[in-house]
């Protein structure tokens, strides 16, 4: 049982979205984790789901209006609203996310939102189009700038036949995500908190990259040969989920494009998983535009020729077999040579010659800046969990440099996430 989440009373919103259905196996997580659940319905909710079925797997009445005489005499609003330690609305709704940004309060649950000091938590749902027009992706920067945290959407295929970003995350994920979110929570933290100094917040955590879009690749590409074999190497992802972590919870909106690796997704982010290198680039273009992009993942330079169709057998001689690989995209390099590039950090693995590479490999790229691993240094690199790195970046004169020694990747990542904040600033 998640210990986060047990005692927890969470209010649960549900607006108006097709996942709406899915709220109700959400309600019985929450349940089932030991979480006091109240439900409040919006009315175009009750189009998807009826407040009987969510009164009878929470077992407590189902709110749905503000000008309720009744329900107000048992819990009035404002009781309700500081009632909860969490207020978690799934799905919501591009409506209901342009609502809340803009501090509206004519329905029970807007008012309620304003009105907590609750953490405020959000799992969007909606068309692809509509998630991705400007407005609504403003409206997600302006609700995550008064202290929200969006959890997805996913992408996929969605209820009305398109395919893409909009997806409401899956009951358990989201249950999950919430679990870690709670976890890496010294105290609650509302909007009522942020919006009030920026004193008061910094005593309380520090979230300067509130606001911003961060996308981040991690772990190996693995580029077929056959349906059996691929070319790949030995990133475990275990450097970029740090940085991922660390700008997730610095307040940023992270996209982590992963190759394939066995790690948890940290908190708070959206993740995409890939295989090969161009599926790579495709989901990093998916996610952009963004304000930092971090090209960490170790992907490989080249993919075969031709993939086989078949498993590649031996000959009956004893011959060589010969491979044609053909040049691999460059992911970091097309990010930085957008007209809407992003503040563009690369990594470089390197095996001799540290500085001479990294140098070249940033001025190449059109880089902001890299950090470089001298990967022959035991207990760094690939699959550690430590890691030892040195920044360069462009000066006035010539190529400044920092060196950072020998520690865990999370400590690292820590570090690397103040000096890009410093210059996102
Ligand atoms: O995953 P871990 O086990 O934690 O290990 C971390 C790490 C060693 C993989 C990581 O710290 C690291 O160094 N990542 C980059 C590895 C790499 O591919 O380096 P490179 O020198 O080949 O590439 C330079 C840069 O170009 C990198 O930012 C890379 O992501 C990018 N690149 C490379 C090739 C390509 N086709 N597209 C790219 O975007």
């Known amino acids: 049982m998640s210990t986060s989440l047990f005692g927890k009373r969470v209010l649960l919103g549900i607006s108006a979205g097709i996942a709406a259905y899915k709220s109700a196996h959400l309600a019985r997580l929450l349940k089932k984790t030991g979480c006091e659940v109240r439900v409040v319905l919006t009315e175009g909710a009750q189009a998807f789901i009826t407040p009987?079925?969510?009164?009878?797997?929470?077992?407590?009445?189902?709110?749905t209006s503000l000008l309720d005489p009744e329900a107000e005499a048992g819990m009035g609003h404002i009781e309700l609203a500081k009632w909860a330690d969490v207020v978690l609305i799934a799905p919501a709704t591009a409506d209901l996310m342009a609502r809340l940004a803009h501090g509206h309060a004519d329905d029970l649950l807007t008012t309620l939102c304003l009105a907590t000091e609750a953490r405020c938590i959000m799992a969007p749902?909606?068309?692809q189009a509509m998630w991705r027009h400007p407005a609504t992706l403003a409206n997600a920067e302006r609700l995550e700038s008064f202290g929200w945290t969006l959890l997805g959407p996913d992408a996929?295929?969605?209820?009305?036949?398109?395919?893409?970003?909009?997806?409401m995350l899956e009951p358990e994920d989201i249950h999950a995500r919430l679990a870690a979110t709670l976890a890496s929570l010294s105290k609650p933290l509302s909007h009522v908190d942020r919006g009030r100094s920026s004193v008061a917040r910094e005593s309380i955590d520090n979230r300067d990259l509130a606001g911003k879009r961060v996308v981040i690749t991690a772990g190996p590409t693995r580029e077929a040969l056959d349906p059996v074999r691929y070319l790949s190497?030995?990133?475990?992802g275990k450097m970029g989920y740090a940085l991922a972590a660390a700008c997730a919870a610095r307040g940023a909106r992270v996209t982590l494009v992963s190759g394939p690796v066995s790690l948890e997704t940290p908190a708070a982010v959206e993740r995409i998983d890939v295989v090969s290198a161009e599926?790579?680039?495709?989901?990093?273009?998916?996610?952009?535009p963004c304000d930092c992009f971090i090209g960490c993942a170790a992907v490989a330079d080249y993919r075969s020729a031709e993939v086989s169709p078949q498993k590649l057998k031996k000959g009956?001689?004893?011959?060589?077999?010969?491979?044609?690989?053909?040049?691999?995209?460059?992911?970091?390099?097309?990010?930085?040579?957008?007209?809407?590039?992003?503040?563009?950090?690369g990594f470089a693995a390197e095996t001799q010659s540290l500085e001479a590479h990294a140098a070249d490999k940033l001025a190449r790229k059109r880089l902001?800046?890299?950090?470089?691993?001298?990967?022959?240094?035991?207990g760094a690199g690939f699959g550690s969990d430590d890691n030892a790195v040195t920044l360069f970046w462009p000066g006035e004169a010539a190529?400044?440099?920092e060196s950072l020694s020998l520690q865990s990747k999370q400590a690292l990542a820590e570090i690397l996430v103040d000096r890009i904040a410093a210059r996102l600033a």
């Open 399 to 401: 190529t400044q440099r």
């Open 368 to 378: 902001d800046m890299i950090v470089a691993n001298d990967v022959t240094l035991a």
């Open 279 to 288: 599926e790579m680039l495709d989901a990093v273009e998916s996610a952009l």
């Open 156 to 167: 996929g295929d969605q209820a009305c036949g398109d395919v893409g970003p909009g997806r």
């Open 125 to 127: 749902a909606m068309n």
């Open 233 to 236: 190497n030995h990133s475990s």
């Open 52 to 63: 009987l079925t969510l009164q009878a797997l929470t077992g407590e009445p189902v709110r």
């Open 316 to 345: 009956n001689d004893d011959a060589d077999l010969t491979l044609r690989l053909t040049r691999n995209p460059d992911i970091v390099a097309t990010v930085a040579a957008r007209a809407d590039r992003p503040f563009t950090v």
